[in-house]
């Protein structure tokens, strides 16, 4: 696709013209991505998407309610196998353009190893997890989608908190962009493909016993 969109650039007899005022336009864009990092602070959940701030606001309780128990399900896991890092809403993902802070990311152990304490800005995870709500869907599903895929995520997974369902993608290196694997609802079993042995039931994402049944048995049960 990359490819492609630069070949036919190339063949327009402006060529020159609309690269040099892409340049300018991404210079200035480089200089308020700059002033943003700067000004974003810690009770403030904010992204800077191709050129634009666009600030969050407070979500539902079902949205809030299948983050964290998708989190806690995760988290303890990974910790517990020690196969790297799990975080939630304020880590930054830099990327070439766009800065983002996706509900829930994980890095694997070699990623996390060069993590530092003071560290801001962090690379591609291997795993993205959106919570949808009627505000990001749009983002989720178009310029996330893409820019995710273009920079390397293996995996990324949509939850959508009122139909409860969970649509999950893999990277097509070919083509660097994602391909579904698979759509699930309350019935069905969800399978990492970046987590090794992650695999829990969709329902435990938005029913707290079975979350709870979940959990213990993620935390005696080996990689």
Known sequence: MLETCVAELLEAPDAK????????????????????????????????????????????????DASKCLENLLQNFVLLNNLGVVDSEKALIGL???????????????????FEDDQVEHPAPDLIIEILSKSTTGRDRGIKFEDYAAHGVREYWMIDPVRKSVEQYQLNEA????????????????????????????LAIF???????????????PA
């Not at 070439?96 to 060069?114: F, G, L, M």
């Not at 029913?207 to 049960?221: A, E, G, H, M």
């Open 175 to 202: 083509t660097m962009g994602f391909a579904v694997v698979a759509v699930l609802y309350v019935n069905d079993t969800l399978s990492s493909l970046t987590v090794n042995g992650f695999e829990i039931p969709v």
């Open 17 to 64: 013209l609309v690269i040099e005022r892409a340049q300018a336009i991404l210079a200035d864009e480089e200089q308020r991505r700059r002033a943003f990092r700067e000004w974003l602070c810690d009770d403030l959940k904010a992204e800077f998407i191709n050129g634009e701030v666009i600030m969050h606001s407070p979500v539902k309780r079902r949205h809030l």
């Open 96 to 114: 070439t353009r766009n800065d983002y802070e996706p509900d829930i990311c994980y890095w694997n152990s070699e990623t996390a190893d060069s």
């Open 207 to 221: 029913d707290k016993q079975t979350n709870l049944d979940t959990l213990r048995r993620l935390l005696t049960k």
